[in-house]
């Protein structure tokens, strides 16, 4: 077995051995596959789900500072963070709010299950392999919260046989430093990856007044490890398992502070947290026959979190804990169809400071979808029944009409219902929950026209309708009720291409996310964003630069706190000293611009969290031949 075919197939949270060793030699040589949207291998063009997808390659070429970085260049998808390194970021895909989307590390959920939130701001970007973004509802697959989309991200793996060590160092305006090594190597069975990084920042001062309570700067610190391994036992059967470990410290703001009762003098709170976040996985991979291939997976992820202030000894502890089981089985039918047939379990925990009504709940699910393959359509059917502890059972269904036009045009029409959960927040925690609570669903219509407009330039086109309802908000005496409704309709474009040497890379994205009731825009949703990116290698040298403007967007649901909008540019560069040592150097918001992507508020008025000015960060990699 080929080592980069078992490389690739190490990274599917539940991927099959699919063809022969020479079709799948093919199909990896290309860059342009995805994983996510059904859990198995396929060509980007073939997938359903409108997707972006950043390699390796990619990451090293943008040289983003986190995730959230990376996403913010993926039409229809925003980023709003509550401050600096480390700080708690909104992610809006196509509009839907963070807890609205699916957050996978290895095919393992590793969000928040208290506050849904997804703790993209703790994983390490240089222990990431690849990362995938699906656009759209894939609740049919994965289930609850993939009502905006998913988010998976694979960590790092082999990619030559061979023992290949590298070494990364850098450092950058803030007092940042980063650091990073890992050793991999394999032969034609057996693979590995070991890797570990240290990044810290002193960071800034995010807000603006002149309280003592809050303004000191904001230093993030994040070490992070991870692993992965694999033994091909044959040609028909492989295990491996995925580890990943981020933990730190994360100091933040206080807006509110606190204040001496005998001179009214604010005091230096200062407050920060402690985290881990981690994911684990083991799986085995096997070909049952010809038609049949099997996989099931084990996993379990962690979310662990203190909270400390100078001031005093009290301490909040909030810790989640996820076990989780999926088996999924990929059958040919003959020539024309196919089946995925599968279930899941999870498990969710919560070990909390704060005593919640309840400590646990469950989750099962079956799903199956079909595929039809014309010689002048395709279609795409699936269905998926959960059943949860706390609310019962919830049905999701999908399918896509996909019509080629000529050799280089495809039309796709999809219909997706998707849903959802309320968090152990929303139904549990005492004297502000509601545990009669349903889950959020959804249903959402998609046009697409994907175009290869010639050999060095395709067009991908995506128009749009998500209708959301039981929206979760806090109603009377605080307490979370089933009352709100949205409509977001929204238009998003990618188009890449090569001119003259130059790789070019242009997202726009247009959206209108109305609360029905009131009419107002939701909070923290610009209705415009265009991100581009221009690369070109030059030998030795390479050059690149970001240009990312977002619109104005309001910060409230009631639309009386307005954001204005912003355009950053950014520039970077590297130089390939020898095969060995390679020289890198960005500088992010080059002109220096002030910009706010959320507000907070303090004695009546309200002051934008400061995003970073202009920044650098210059470092130096080391791959030594062994």
Do not use: C
């Amino acid at each position: 077995m080929k080592l980069r075919l078992t490389l690739a197939l190490s990274l599917l949270p539940a991927t099959h051995l699919l063809a022969d060793t020479f079709e799948r030699d093919q199909a990896l040589k290309l860059p342009d596959i995805v994983i996510s949207a059904n859990r198995q291998v396929e060509a980007r063009n073939d997938s359903s789900a409108a997707n972006t997808v950043f390699t390796r390659d990619d990451i090293e070429r943008l040289q983003p500072a986190s995730v959230t970085d990376l996403l913010s260049r993926v039409p229809g998808v925003q980023v709003a963070p509550l401050g600096g390194r480390g700080s708690l970021p909104g992610i809006y895909i196509r509009g839907t709010k963070s807890a609205q989307s699916l957050v996978l590390v290895d095919g393992q959920r590793i969000g928040n299950a208290t506050s849904g939130d997804s703790n993209l701001q703790r994983l390490n970007i240089n222990q990431i392999e690849r990362v995938e973004v699906l656009r759209g509802s894939r609740s049919v697959i994965y289930g609850a919260d993939a009502v905006g989309g998913v988010i998976q991200i694979f960590t790092r793996r082999a990619s030559q046989p061979g023992l290949q060590p590298r070494l990364h160092l850098g450092f950058g305006s803030h007092q940042t430093w980063e650091r990073s090594l890992s050793l991999s190597g394999g032969d034609e069975q057996t693979r590995f990856n070991l890797g570990a990084s240290l990044d810290e920042s002193a960071g800034a001062n995010r807000t603006q007044e002149s309280y003592a309570s809050d303004r000191d700067n904001d230093a993030n610190r994040n070490q992070s490890v991870s692993l992965s391994a694999s033994h091909a036992i044959n040609d028909d059967l492989e295990v491996g398992l995925n580890l990943l470990d981020n933990r730190g410290k994360s100091e933040y703001d206080n807006p509110f502070g606190r204040f001496d009762p005998s001179t009214f003098e604010s005091l230096p709170q200062q407050p920060y947290s402690d985290f881990a976040v981690s994911s684990f996985s083991t799986y085995v991979d096997g070909r049952i026959n010809d038609t049949w291939k099997s996989r099931l997976e084990l996993g379990h992820s962690e979310n662990r979190e203190k909270t400390f202030d100078k001031l005093s000894d009290v301490r909040e502890v909030f810790n989640t804990y996820r076990d989780s089981l999926t088996w999924q089985n990929d059958v040919k039918l003959d020539e024309r169809n196919s089946l995925i047939v599968g279930g899941d379990w999870y498990q969710d925990r919560v070990n909390s400071s704060t005593p919640f009504d309840e400590g646990s709940r469950w989750n099962r699910a079956a799903f199956i979808q079909h595929r039809f393959q014309a010689e002048t359509f395709s279609t795409e059917l699936g269905l998926r029944r959960d059943q949860n502890q706390q609310f019962g059972g919830q049905n999701s269904w999908s399918g896509t009409l996909t019509l080629p036009v000529n050799a280089d045009n495809d039309l796709l029409l999809t219909y997706s219902e998707s849903f959802r959960a309320p968090t152990f927040n929303d139904l549990y925690y005492p004297d502000f929950s509601n545990p009669d609570l349903k889950p959020e669903t959804a249903k959402s219509y998609e046009l697409q026209w994907r175009s290869q407009l010639s050999d060095n330039a395709r067009l991908e086109t995506s128009l749009y309708r998500t209708d959301l309802e039981d929206a979760i908000i806090f109603g009377s005496h605080s307490r979370p009720q089933n009352v709100a409704s949205a409509r977001i309709n929204g238009f998003e474009m990618a188009l890449m291409q090569d001119m003259f040497g130059w790789q070019s890379n242009l997202g726009l994205a247009i959206i209108d996310p109305r609360d029905r009731d009131s009419g107002h825009t939701l909070a923290r949703r610009a209705r415009r964003t265009v991100s581009m990116d221009l690369d070109r290698q030059f030998d030795r040298l390479g050059l690149g630069a970001t240009w990312q403007a977002v619109s104005g967007s309001y910060d409230d649901e009631n639309n009386r706190n307005a954001l204005g909008g912003y355009a950053l540019l950014g520039l970077r560069g590297s130089w390939a000293l020898t095969r060995e040592v390679k020289l890198e150097m960005k500088v992010d918001n080059l002109l220096d611009k002030g910009y706010s992507r959320a507000l907070y508020s303090h004695d009546g008025q309200q002051y934008g969290y400061r995003e970073e000015g202009r920044s650098w960060v210059f470092g130096v990699t080391w791959t030594p031949d062994i």
